[in-house]
C-alpha cells in the first residue's frame, strides 16, 4: 500500500500579519463592548418616588436708628496767582479741621476726599482766552460718631472757613444685630407661608432642604448739599437722624410627606 501524501500551503508574512491584526480587533471591541454595557446595579430605577417639596420665601424687616453721621465740608478759593489760592485756602482747611478736632472728632474720622486746582479764563468776543486767575477747592470727608455733635461739626467747620457742604449721610455703624432680627422675622414668615400650604394640601412637613438668604444692603440717608458764605448763620443747623431700613430675605425649601 502506497503512502497517502497531504500537502497544504502555509501563509505568507503578509497574510499572517493581516490574521494576527483581525484577531486583535475583534477582542478590542469585545472589551471595549463589555465595558460599555449597562450595569443593572448601578442603573437609576425610573419608578423610584422624587422627594416632594414645597419652595417659600419670607422677608424681615427691621428699622434701625443709625448711629452714625458722615459729612464733606470743602474750601474753594479763587485768586489770581497758584501761590495766592493755595495759602488762603490752606489756612481756611487748617481752621476747619481745628474746629473739628476741637468737637472731639479723631484723626482716623478726618480724609482729605477731593484736592483740586483749576485756571480761570475770560473769553471775549472771538479773542484770546485770558487767565484771570486760579481756584484751589480742598475737601474734607468727616465721620461723627456722636450724632448730638452734628450740628455743630457743621456750623463750626463753616463758621471756621468751609464754604461747601457737600450732603449729610447717616448709616448704622454695626448692623449686625439688626440683621439677626430680620433673619428671625424673615424664617417665621417663610414657615407660616409654608405650614398654610401644607395644610391646604393635605400633606405635612417632614423637613428642610435647602436655605438661601439675601441681605439687602443698608442705604444711607443723605441730604443733599449746598454752597454757603464764608460765615455760618447766627442759627443753629438743626439734624434729623431718622431710621434706616434692614431687610433680609430668606428663601427655604421643606420636604413634605
Known amino acids: 500500500m502506497e503512502p497517502t501524501t497531504v500537502s497544504f500551503t502555509l501563509p505568507g508574512a503578509r497574510t499572517r500579519a493581516l490574521a494576527v491584526g483581525v ?59 497758584v501761590k495766592d489760592a493755595r495759602n488762603v485756602a490752606a489756612g481756611q482747611m487748617n481752621r476747619v479741621i481745628a474746629a473739628l478736632k476741637k468737637l472731639g472728632i479723631a484723626d482716623k474720622d478726618l480724609q482729605t476726599s477731593g484736592l483740586s486746582l483749576q485756571p480761570n479764563y475770560t473769553y471775549s468776543n472771538g479773542g484770546t482766552p485770558r487767565l484771570t486767575g486760579y481756584t484751589l477747592s480742598n475737601g474734607v470727608s468727616v465721620t461723627v460718631r456722636d450724632l448730638d455733635k452734628l450740628g455743630d461739626a457743621i456750623d463750626d467747620g463753616l463758621a471756621a472757613g468751609a464754604t ?19 433673619r428671625k422675622e424673615a424664617l417665621a414668615q417663610a414657615k407660616a407661608k409654608a405650614q398654610t400650604l401644607a395644610l391646604g394640601a393635605g400633606v405635612s412637613i417632614t423637613g428642610v432642604a435647602s436655605i438661601s438668604e439675601t441681605a439687602a444692603p443698608i442705604p444711607p440717608i443723605y441730604y443733599g448739599g449746598a454752597q454757603f458764605g464764608a460765615m455760618a448763620k447766627d ?23
Not at 235 to 257: F, K, R, W
Open 164 to 182: 461747601t457742604l457737600d450732603g449729610v449721610s447717616f448709616r448704622v455703624d454695626d448692623p449686625a444685630k439688626a440683621q439677626d432680627q430680620a
Open 235 to 257: 442759627a443753629a443747623t438743626p439734624v434729623q437722624v431718622g431710621t434706616n431700613d434692614v431687610m433680609v430675605t430668606i428663601s427655604v425649601e421643606y420636604l413634605i410627606g
Open 23 to 81: 484577531l486583535a480587533g475583534a477582542l478590542a471591541a469585545a472589551l471595549a463592548s463589555s465595558a460599555l454595557a449597562p450595569h443593572s446595579a448601578l442603573a437609576v430605577d425610573p419608578t423610584a418616588p422624587r422627594e416632594h417639596m414645597i419652595s417659600v420665601s419670607g422677608t424681615g424687616r427691621v428699622l434701625a436708628a443709625p448711629d452714625v453721621a458722615d459729612l464733606r465740608l470743602g474750601v474753594s478759593v479763587t485768586r489770581t496767582t
